[in-house]
Nanobody, 125 residues
Framework: QVQLAESGGGLVQAGGSLRLSCAVSGGTFRIYAMGWFRQAPGKEREFVARIAWSGGRTYYADSVKGRFTISTDNAKNTVYLQMNSLKPDDTAVYYC??????????????????WGQGTQVTVSS
């Protein structure tokens, strides 16, 4: 059973930065890739970024490309999302998720088998 726990959310002014962490435990050998998603009130959960668990190839939503960076630290079993130049539109609950296999449709939340509880990010204007 893979367990995920996000941290690092909070309130920040527009233009500021935050780094989210996702601690992974239990069955990490099963993980193929990790993703970050977000969900704003009244909206569907949307893809933010994805990275292979061993590091390497990354994918980003167009809305965050050039501002957010996803990375892994396998020694710490942790995935990070560095968020710079934050905008009010980035306000949402951010979730990390684990995908146990290769996926063409990496942006689809239904592809991910395990999810964290989420961490709130609020960007004020």
């Amino acid at each position: 059973q893979v367990q995920l726990a996000e941290s690092g959310g909070g309130l920040v002014q527009a233009g500021g930065s935050l780094r989210l962490s996702c601690a992974v435990s239990g069955g990490t050998f099963r993980i193929y890739a990790m993703g970050w998603f977000r969900q704003a009130p009244g909206k569907e959960r949307e893809f933010v970024a994805r990275i292979a668990w061993s590091g390497g190839r990354t994918y980003y939503a167009d809305s965050v490309k050039g501002r957010f960076t996803i990375s892994t630290d396998n020694a710490k079993n942790t995935v990070y999302l560095q968020m710079n130049s934050l905008k009010p539109d980035d306000t949402a609950v951010y979730y990390c998720a684990a995908d146990l296999s290769y996926s063409v449709s990496y942006w689809n939340p239904s592809r991910y088998e395990y999810w964290g509880q989420g961490t709130q990010v609020t960007v004020s204007s």
